[in-house]
């Protein structure tokens, strides 16, 4: 494993030049869509999570910590554009439970998926006394090159495996919204670790590249060790918590759900 991200991350990523070097910023495009403006103590606490179509495993985890946070005594809502795969990849985890909801925005760009998601966040502030959180899908294709929108970006959260490739995914996410928007806050989930130590080291990782770079620090939100019940629960379409409550990696999904709550919570009363 590599001493620092960075360091690979044009291996992976040729078209990314390192943080440090200078970088000519993005061309600013002819037209935005309006964007939704709100004061954040009306909206109902958003948080971004970048899942592509073709991650089951990603937006199986993301829907099941939605889950758990309902079982907190929260409401938890999802957001995703209306991607090809959208309707199907979180048709397991959170979207069997009465009290999460998965809502398909006709959101075809990052700025309208932006618009929208403000929209629905303030609009269930409004409608609604609940506690909870609101959870907006992004592709994560829908990130490069036009400039990203801060107002969907306030706070961002990662769930990457132990692996390289992954953990240099996360980076480059974290340094394309800390661009936009640098006083992001950033929640990073590592799963798939074989053990503990490893999973610790590839947070570690990720955490130090993130504030030796990009100035920035990134909250811990658990550790899930690789656990074939992960996927056991994928493949009957329920989440975690309802096929294999009892798991190691649903014990560790809770603990995550709690940090999420807490942190929803703490904004709401701001």
């Given at each position: 494993m590599p ?14 030049a ?8 993005p061309?600013?495009?002819?037209v935005?869509p309006?964007?939704a ?10 948080a971004?999570?970048?899942?592509a ?17 309902t ?11 209306d ?8 048709a ?5 439970s ?7 925005l ?6 309208e998926?932006?618009?929208a998601?403000?929209?629905r ?19 994560p294709?829908?990130?490069?090159g036009?400039?990203v929108p801060g ?9 990457t495996?132990t ?5 240099v995914?996360?980076?480059s ?8 928007n ?8 590592v799963?798939?670790?074989a ?18 770079h ?8 658990g550790?899930?060790?690789?656990d ?7 493949a009957a ?6 096929a294999?409550p ?5 014990v560790?999904?809770?603990?995550a ?11 709401a009363?701001?």
């Amino acid at each position: 494993m590599p001493r620092d991200l960075a360091d690979v991350l044009h291996y992976f990523m040729p078209e990314l030049a390192r943080p440090d070097e200078e970088t000519s910023a993005p061309p600013e495009p002819n037209v935005h869509p309006p964007k939704a403006e709100a004061p954040a103590d009306d909206l109902l606490p958003l948080a971004t999570v970048p899942v592509a179509d073709s991650d089951l495993v990603r937006a199986g985890l993301v829907a099941s910590l939605a889950d758990e946070v309902t079982g907190l005594g929260g409401r938890s809502i999802i957001l995703t554009p209306d991607t090809p795969n959208a309707r199907a990849m979180f048709a397991g985890g959170g979207g069997n439970s009465e009290t999460t909801r998965i809502e398909v925005l006709d959101a075809h760009s990052i700025h309208e998926l932006a618009a929208a998601a403000v929209d629905r966040a303030s609009a269930l502030k409004e409608d609604e006394a609940i506690d909870g959180v609101v959870i907006a899908r992004v592709p994560p294709a829908w990130l490069e090159g036009d400039e990203v929108p801060g107002e969907l970006f306030d706070w961002l959260l990662l769930f990457t495996s132990t692996h390289e490739r992954n953990l240099v995914d996360a980076y480059s996410l974290a340094a394309r919204v800390l661009r936009e928007n640098p006083e992001a806050e950033i929640g990073v989930t590592v799963h798939g670790a074989a053990a503990r130590r490893e999973g610790e080291a590839a947070f570690g990782l990720l955490a130090r590249s993130v504030e030796q770079h990009l100035g920035r620090s990134v909250a811990n939100y658990g550790l899930l060790l690789e656990d074939l019940d992960i996927y056991r629960s994928l493949a009957a379409g329920q989440a975690i918590g309802r096929a294999h409550p009892d798991s190691p990696a649903n014990v560790s999904l809770r603990e995550a759900a709690k940090l999420v709550f807490e942190r929803a919570r703490k904004t709401a009363f701001h």
